[in-house]
């Protein structure tokens, strides 16, 4: 009777769609396995075909040909350990999400998702089958049970595979990030390994996917609770782990227990990683955005060059006469301080040519908000072009409070591929800016120190489209702002909700009204970096066309 078992534990970041690009890791990471003297090698959920697939995995082509990379991963590695990886499945007329443990040649075993999740990002129950509640499966005469991702979220189906006879839990994940979530995995898994006193392991998925970030934090747990083995947040890792028959059953030995780093650098990590999984997997090398000197811009210019190098990234002050003396000192330091490339296109002649094709259209009219909104899409244009002749994408860099109440130009500083600011608060951008002039970490690619001057985090925000503008013309400071959209949106409470949270009923009433009338914008807006459980997109869907107004 076997007395060891090496499980061999693959967090790695798949593409969605390269299904010969995840075989391929797949199989470097079996071989690392075998070379260590593994009985088994485990990746995560959905790891073929990557992950988050969305409709994808519904087109018979892609389900069918992922099946057969996985028939072929099975031959590729007959000699050696079980290969256990995620998948889509066929069983009769049924779509299932699946894990498959694949030994000697074959699939010697296939476990079928039972809970299929349906809320925030996922809608699986549209997608996939609900498999029924099965026993554990055999590896080296070792049985394991392996209750996929939202199935370890619920006592059923753990205590089935407890009481059939599994001997330890492989939990195979594709669970995205929002802040402080590894607690919240922690508190369920200890909860499962209470419920069946069984060692458990929780492996997690890594990269970014459209806004997605999974962001791994792999772990194991022993009876009691106690943390055996954690792998690291962000980043891809391999890790062997050991599970000793006792007396009393199977336990994990411990291994390296990787640091956990605070709310801040999680936020700021996962902004990192999505940009840069988002142009590593869309094919794009190099990025440029619109540099104003305020604090919007010099955040996405950081985490840019922290993402993708200094030499990959332009810098683009595009001043009217609006911009002040200070804005163009602070976007050049920015640009300065970071390394990158600074580019200086003025854009006060081109404005007078529209504004005298305009001329005659509005002759008699006040000037108003259509010639601010002309600057802004002027530029949006500018960069644009910018962005087709050099090959560059294009960022746009309007945090969650702006992009909540539609205070930007659509079709102007809207215009742009991805915004790793998306679902960030305007408040939280101004701690991000001091974290991260006083942190710097290996996995940054820009300089250490304080990249973004202190006058931009201090200075009041404007979007400088007119003479003396502060963004507090058009909205509540955003210390009130923030606060009542935390309510309305994160939250989902109520205008009564806000008051008695001390905030006026005036003021929530604003915010709500331009909450629901920028829908429209918000749907025409690039995708970002999802940091919280209520981003814009797949956690929010709202109708365009919306009357309804809280009177509580």
């Known amino acids: 009777m076997t007395d060891r078992f090496r499980l061999t534990l693959a967090q790695l970041n798949a593409t969605v769609g390269d299904l010969a690009g995840n075989a391929a890791l797949a199989r470097e990471a079996w071989e690392e396995g075998r070379k260590a003297g593994a009985q088994m090698v485990a990746l995560p959920e959905m790891f073929i075909t990557g992950y988050n697939t969305q409709d994808l995995v519904m087109k018979p082509a892609f389900h069918q040909a992922a099946i057969a990379e996985i028939e072929k991963l099975a031959q590729d590695c007959a000699d050696g350990p079980a290969l256990a990886i995620g998948g889509p499945a066929l069983e009769g007329a049924g779509l299932y999400n699946a894990y498959y443990i694949l030994k000697k040649g074959r ?18 129950v549209r997608i996939y089958d609900s498999g029924p509640v099965g026993g554990p499966y055999v590896v080296d005469d070792v049985r394991i049970g392996s209750p996929i991702c939202e199935d370890s979220w619920y006592e059923d189906v753990s205590e089935t595979l407890a009481e059939t006879g599994a001997e330890f839990l492989l939990v195979p994940n594709g669970s995205p990030y929002y802040c402080d979530k590894l607690d919240t995995r922690l ?4 909860s499962r390994v209470v419920e069946t006193g069984l060692p458990l392991v929780y492996l997690n998925l890594v990269g970014a996917q459209d806004d997605q970030v999974f962001d791994g934090g792999t772990f194991v747990l ?29 336990r994990a030995e411990k291994g390296e227990l990787a640091h956990i780093p605070d709310g801040h650098e999680q936020d700021y990590h996962a902004m990192v ?32 060059v ?44 081109g404005r007078a040519a529209i504004t005298n094709t305009l001329a ?74 001091r974290w991260r002039n006083a942190n710097h970490r290996p996995w940054m690619k820009g300089p250490e120190g304080e990249v973004i001057p202190q006058n931009i985090i201090t200075k009041p925000p404007t979007a400088e489209l007119r003479e003396d503008q502060k963004d507090s013309d058009s909205l509540p400071d955003y210390p009130v702002l923030d606060g009542i959209l935390d309510i309305l949106v994160d939250q989902d409470g109520s205008i009564s909700d806000c008051v008695a949270a001390g905030y006026s009923r005036e003021d929530a009433k604003k915010v709500e009204h331009l909450l629901y009338i ?6 025409q807006s690039a995708p970002g970096t999802r940091l919280s459980k209520r981003a814009f997109w797949l956690d929010r869907r709202y109708p365009i066309v919306n009357r309804w107004r809280d009177e509580s």
């Open 107 to 124: 699939t010697s075993a296939k476990v079928l998702k039972h809970h299929l999740p349906n809320e925030t990002v996922f809608d699986e």
């Open 187 to 190: 508190n369920l898994m200890v």
């Open 273 to 304: 990683l999505s940009l840069r999984d988002y142009l590593r997997k869309t094919g794009f090398k190099k990025v440029l955005l619109g540099l104003s000197g305020g604090i919007d811009s010099a955040i996405v210019a950081t985490v840019a």
């Open 306 to 349: 922290d993402a993708l190098g200094a030499e990959n990234v332009r810098c683009v002050m595009l001043p009217s006469e609006y911009t002040s003396e200070a804005s163009l000192e602070d976007a050049k330091a920015v640009a300065e301080n970071l390394g990158c490339r600074y580019d200086f296109v003025p854009i006060s002649e």
């Open 518 to 523: 920028s829908e429209y914008k918000r749907f």
């Open 222 to 250: 022993n009876p009691g609770g106690e943390l055996m083995v954690q792998m690291p947040l962000m980043e891809e890792a391999i890790s062997h782990v050991d599970f000793v028959r006792t007396d009393e059953g199977w």
């Open 360 to 433: 005659p259209l509005f002759e008699g009219l006040e000037p108003d908000l259509t010639e601010e909104n002309i600057q802004s899409r002027l530029r949006g244009l500018l960069l644009m072009a910018m962005s087709n002749k050099f090959g560059e994408m294009l960022l746009t860099t309007g945090n969650k409070s702006e992009v909540a109440v539609g205070y930007a130009t659509i079709y102007g500083d809207m215009a742009g591929g991805y915004n790793p600011i998306k679902d960030m608060y305007k408040t939280r951008v101004f701690d991000t800016c």
